[in-house]
């Protein structure tokens, strides 16, 4: 999994600073409201062709992520 969310980004200059995938403008919230609008993968990577496969099961992996209950708590809470 480490591998996959290695795609994800974070530069305060593209963006605003919300996660992209490779440094592309392409927010990981973006492609999420893709997907749960019922888009498959192969839908989505005929429309974006820079996108790949992995870009996608990452994005899917970091909000898999976030949605574990220890990774929103802060430290020492």
């Not at 919300?18 to 839908?43: A, D, F, N, Q, W």
């Amino acid at each position: 999994m480490e591998k996959l969310l290695s795609r994800i980004t974070i530069d305060p200059t593209l963006c605003h600073g919300k996660p992209c995938v490779r440094g592309l403008r392409y927010p990981v919230e973006t492609l999420l409201e893709l997907l749960s609008s019922g888009m498959t993968i192969e839908e989505i990577l005929a429309d974006y062709a820079d996108l790949e496969r992995e870009d996608l099961l990452a994005v899917l992996a970091f909000a898999a992520r976030l949605a574990k209950p220890h990774s929103l708590q802060q430290s020492g809470s």
